[in-house]
T-cell receptor, first 113, second 116 residues
Framework: AQSVTQLDSQVPVFEEAPVELRCNYS??????LFWYVQYPNQGLQLLLK??????LVKGINGFEAEFNKSQTSFHLRKPSVHISDTAEYFC???????????FGTGTRLTVIP | NAGVTQTPKFQVLKTGQSMTLQCAQD?????MSWYRQDPGMGLRLIHY???????DQGEVPNGYNVSRSTTEDFPLRLLSAAPSQTSVYFC???????????????FGPGTRLTVT
Protein backbone atom coordinates (compact mmCIF):
# COMPACT_ATOMS: atom_id res chain seq x y z
CA ALA A 1 0.00 0.00 0.00
CA GLN A 2 1.04 3.57 -0.52
CA SER A 3 0.78 6.56 1.77
CA VAL A 4 1.60 10.22 1.53
CA THR A 5 2.63 12.59 4.30
CA GLN A 6 2.39 16.34 4.05
CA LEU A 7 3.84 17.52 7.33
CA ASP A 8 2.84 21.17 7.00
CA SER A 9 -0.89 21.75 7.17
CA GLN A 10 -0.50 25.52 6.76
CA VAL A 11 2.28 27.59 5.25
CA PRO A 12 2.10 31.39 5.36
CA VAL A 13 4.60 33.22 3.18
CA PHE A 14 5.07 36.81 2.09
CA GLU A 15 4.51 37.79 -1.52
CA GLU A 16 7.60 37.40 -3.74
CA ALA A 17 9.29 35.13 -1.17
CA PRO A 18 10.25 31.54 -2.05
CA VAL A 19 8.25 28.61 -0.78
CA GLU A 20 8.73 24.87 -0.35
CA LEU A 21 5.85 22.51 0.39
CA ARG A 22 7.01 19.16 1.66
CA CYS A 23 5.79 15.74 0.62
CA ASN A 24 7.07 12.34 1.65
CA TYR A 25 5.68 9.06 0.45
CA SER A 26 5.85 5.46 1.49
CA UNK A 27 5.61 2.58 -0.95
CA UNK A 28 7.16 -0.83 -1.43
CA UNK A 29 6.78 -0.58 -5.22
CA UNK A 30 7.62 2.00 -7.83
CA UNK A 31 5.24 4.93 -8.00
CA UNK A 32 4.25 8.00 -9.95
CA LEU A 33 3.99 11.28 -8.04
CA PHE A 34 1.71 14.27 -8.48
CA TRP A 35 0.99 17.71 -7.10
CA TYR A 36 -2.51 19.10 -7.41
CA VAL A 37 -3.75 22.60 -6.53
CA GLN A 38 -7.23 23.48 -5.31
CA TYR A 39 -8.30 27.10 -5.39
CA PRO A 40 -11.13 28.13 -3.05
CA ASN A 41 -14.43 26.44 -3.89
CA GLN A 42 -13.02 24.72 -6.95
CA GLY A 43 -11.96 21.26 -8.03
CA LEU A 44 -8.41 19.96 -8.28
CA GLN A 45 -6.04 20.97 -11.04
CA LEU A 46 -2.82 19.14 -11.87
CA LEU A 47 0.30 21.23 -11.21
CA LEU A 48 2.94 18.71 -12.23
CA LYS A 49 3.74 15.01 -12.29
CA UNK A 50 6.74 12.73 -12.09
CA UNK A 51 6.53 9.55 -14.14
CA UNK A 52 10.16 8.79 -14.96
CA UNK A 53 13.35 10.41 -16.24
CA UNK A 54 14.66 13.72 -14.93
CA UNK A 55 14.04 14.07 -11.22
CA LEU A 56 13.36 17.81 -11.53
CA VAL A 57 9.90 18.36 -12.86
CA LYS A 58 8.53 21.72 -13.97
CA GLY A 59 4.84 22.47 -13.83
CA ILE A 60 2.39 25.26 -14.42
CA ASN A 61 2.46 28.68 -12.77
CA GLY A 62 6.23 28.55 -12.13
CA PHE A 63 6.15 25.59 -9.77
CA GLU A 64 8.67 22.77 -9.81
CA ALA A 65 9.28 19.64 -7.77
CA GLU A 66 12.19 17.32 -7.25
CA PHE A 67 11.84 13.57 -6.90
CA ASN A 68 14.28 12.11 -4.40
CA LYS A 69 14.07 8.33 -4.35
CA SER A 70 16.51 7.80 -1.48
CA GLN A 71 14.59 10.20 0.76
CA THR A 72 11.20 9.18 -0.67
CA SER A 73 10.33 12.84 -1.10
CA PHE A 74 8.71 15.01 -3.75
CA HIS A 75 8.86 18.57 -2.45
CA LEU A 76 7.18 21.39 -4.33
CA ARG A 77 8.97 24.73 -4.77
CA LYS A 78 8.42 28.16 -6.23
CA PRO A 79 11.11 30.84 -6.16
CA SER A 80 8.70 33.79 -5.87
CA VAL A 81 5.06 33.45 -4.89
CA HIS A 82 2.14 35.66 -5.86
CA ILE A 83 -1.11 36.43 -4.11
CA SER A 84 -2.86 34.26 -6.68
CA ASP A 85 -0.93 31.20 -5.43
CA THR A 86 -3.03 31.18 -2.26
CA ALA A 87 -4.68 27.75 -2.39
CA GLU A 88 -4.53 24.24 -0.98
CA TYR A 89 -1.90 21.93 -2.42
CA PHE A 90 -2.14 18.16 -2.44
CA CYS A 91 0.59 15.64 -3.05
CA UNK A 92 -0.55 12.29 -4.43
CA UNK A 93 1.01 8.94 -5.28
CA UNK A 94 0.00 6.23 -7.71
CA UNK A 95 1.50 2.79 -8.06
CA UNK A 96 2.94 2.14 -11.51
CA UNK A 97 0.46 0.14 -13.55
CA UNK A 98 -2.45 1.01 -11.28
CA UNK A 99 -5.11 3.70 -11.43
CA UNK A 100 -5.91 4.69 -7.86
CA UNK A 101 -4.46 7.88 -6.43
CA UNK A 102 -3.61 8.23 -2.74
CA PHE A 103 -3.56 11.77 -1.44
CA GLY A 104 -1.83 13.53 1.38
CA THR A 105 -3.84 15.65 3.79
CA GLY A 106 -2.98 18.88 1.99
CA THR A 107 -1.04 22.07 2.70
CA ARG A 108 -2.82 25.38 2.76
CA LEU A 109 -0.53 28.04 1.29
CA THR A 110 -1.42 31.60 2.22
CA VAL A 111 0.46 34.39 0.48
CA ILE A 112 0.60 37.56 2.55
CA PRO A 113 0.77 40.92 0.74
CA ASN B 1 -15.17 18.91 -24.35
CA ALA B 2 -17.04 19.60 -21.11
CA GLY B 3 -14.56 17.39 -19.21
CA VAL B 4 -15.91 15.96 -15.95
CA THR B 5 -19.27 17.33 -14.85
CA GLN B 6 -21.01 16.81 -11.52
CA THR B 7 -24.53 17.57 -10.38
CA PRO B 8 -25.80 18.96 -8.12
CA LYS B 9 -23.28 21.54 -6.88
CA PHE B 10 -24.90 21.73 -3.45
CA GLN B 11 -27.31 19.46 -1.60
CA VAL B 12 -28.82 19.35 1.87
CA LEU B 13 -30.30 16.08 3.06
CA LYS B 14 -31.97 14.94 6.24
CA THR B 15 -30.65 11.85 8.01
CA GLY B 16 -32.06 8.74 6.41
CA GLN B 17 -32.83 10.28 3.03
CA SER B 18 -31.36 8.84 -0.15
CA MET B 19 -29.91 10.57 -3.15
CA THR B 20 -27.68 10.09 -6.16
CA LEU B 21 -24.72 12.27 -7.04
CA GLN B 22 -24.24 12.38 -10.77
CA CYS B 23 -20.91 12.31 -12.60
CA ALA B 24 -20.32 12.31 -16.33
CA GLN B 25 -17.27 12.63 -18.57
CA ASP B 26 -17.01 13.09 -22.33
CA UNK B 27 -13.35 12.08 -22.78
CA UNK B 28 -13.99 8.37 -23.30
CA UNK B 29 -12.03 7.57 -20.15
CA UNK B 30 -12.16 3.99 -18.92
CA UNK B 31 -11.31 4.80 -15.31
CA MET B 32 -13.66 6.80 -13.08
CA SER B 33 -13.60 7.32 -9.36
CA TRP B 34 -15.29 9.06 -6.45
CA TYR B 35 -13.49 10.81 -3.61
CA ARG B 36 -14.68 12.59 -0.53
CA GLN B 37 -12.79 15.56 0.89
CA ASP B 38 -12.93 16.36 4.58
CA PRO B 39 -10.95 19.05 6.44
CA GLY B 40 -7.51 17.83 7.46
CA MET B 41 -7.98 14.47 5.77
CA GLY B 42 -7.26 15.17 2.13
CA LEU B 43 -9.17 13.19 -0.48
CA ARG B 44 -10.13 9.61 0.21
CA LEU B 45 -11.20 7.14 -2.44
CA ILE B 46 -14.76 5.83 -2.07
CA HIS B 47 -15.32 3.65 -5.16
CA TYR B 48 -13.80 3.32 -8.58
CA UNK B 49 -14.45 1.71 -11.93
CA UNK B 50 -12.11 0.58 -14.71
CA UNK B 51 -14.85 0.23 -17.29
CA UNK B 52 -18.54 -0.26 -17.88
CA UNK B 53 -19.87 -3.03 -15.68
CA UNK B 54 -16.78 -3.11 -13.43
CA UNK B 55 -16.65 -1.39 -10.04
CA ASP B 56 -14.60 -1.85 -6.89
CA GLN B 57 -14.28 -0.41 -3.40
CA GLY B 58 -11.77 2.20 -2.33
CA GLU B 59 -10.67 3.23 1.16
CA VAL B 60 -14.03 4.41 2.53
CA PRO B 61 -16.86 2.58 0.69
CA ASN B 62 -19.33 2.07 3.55
CA GLY B 63 -22.67 3.80 3.04
CA TYR B 64 -22.16 4.32 -0.70
CA ASN B 65 -23.12 2.34 -3.79
CA VAL B 66 -22.01 2.75 -7.38
CA SER B 67 -22.74 1.25 -10.77
CA ARG B 68 -21.28 1.83 -14.21
CA SER B 69 -23.67 1.02 -17.03
CA THR B 70 -21.98 3.30 -19.60
CA THR B 71 -18.46 4.60 -20.15
CA GLU B 72 -19.65 8.19 -19.64
CA ASP B 73 -21.57 8.00 -16.35
CA PHE B 74 -20.61 6.94 -12.84
CA PRO B 75 -23.30 7.85 -10.28
CA LEU B 76 -22.74 7.62 -6.53
CA ARG B 77 -25.71 6.60 -4.38
CA LEU B 78 -26.29 7.29 -0.73
CA LEU B 79 -29.03 4.89 0.36
CA SER B 80 -29.57 6.29 3.87
CA ALA B 81 -27.67 9.49 4.50
CA ALA B 82 -25.89 10.06 7.81
CA PRO B 83 -24.32 13.24 9.24
CA SER B 84 -20.90 11.55 8.89
CA GLN B 85 -21.40 11.75 5.13
CA THR B 86 -21.35 15.54 5.18
CA SER B 87 -18.47 16.28 2.87
CA VAL B 88 -17.39 17.55 -0.52
CA TYR B 89 -17.51 14.85 -3.16
CA PHE B 90 -15.30 14.81 -6.23
CA CYS B 91 -15.56 12.63 -9.27
CA UNK B 92 -12.47 12.00 -11.40
CA UNK B 93 -11.64 10.17 -14.60
CA UNK B 94 -8.61 9.10 -16.62
CA UNK B 95 -7.51 6.77 -19.36
CA UNK B 96 -6.43 3.37 -18.18
CA UNK B 97 -3.54 2.06 -20.21
CA UNK B 98 0.03 2.54 -21.26
CA UNK B 99 -0.02 6.16 -22.48
CA UNK B 100 1.80 8.79 -20.42
CA UNK B 101 -1.39 10.85 -20.38
CA UNK B 102 -3.08 7.91 -18.77
CA UNK B 103 -1.58 8.93 -15.48
CA UNK B 104 -3.40 12.25 -15.12
CA UNK B 105 -6.80 12.22 -13.46
CA UNK B 106 -9.24 14.97 -14.35
CA PHE B 107 -11.49 16.18 -11.56
CA GLY B 108 -15.01 17.52 -11.57
CA PRO B 109 -15.97 20.73 -9.71
CA GLY B 110 -17.38 18.87 -6.72
CA THR B 111 -20.67 18.46 -4.89
CA ARG B 112 -20.99 19.93 -1.41
CA LEU B 113 -23.30 17.70 0.63
CA THR B 114 -24.67 18.51 4.07
CA VAL B 115 -26.60 15.92 6.05
CA THR B 116 -28.57 17.25 9.01
Amino acid sequence: AQSVTQLDSQVPVFEEAPVELRCNYSSSVSVYLFWYVQYPNQGLQLLLKYLSGSTLVKGINGFEAEFNKSQTSFHLRKPSVHISDTAEYFCAVRQTGANNLFFGTGTRLTVIP
Amino acid sequence: NAGVTQTPKFQVLKTGQSMTLQCAQDMNHEYMSWYRQDPGMGLRLIHYSVGAGITDQGEVPNGYNVSRSTTEDFPLRLLSAAPSQTSVYFCASSYSGGLADAYEQYFGPGTRLTVT
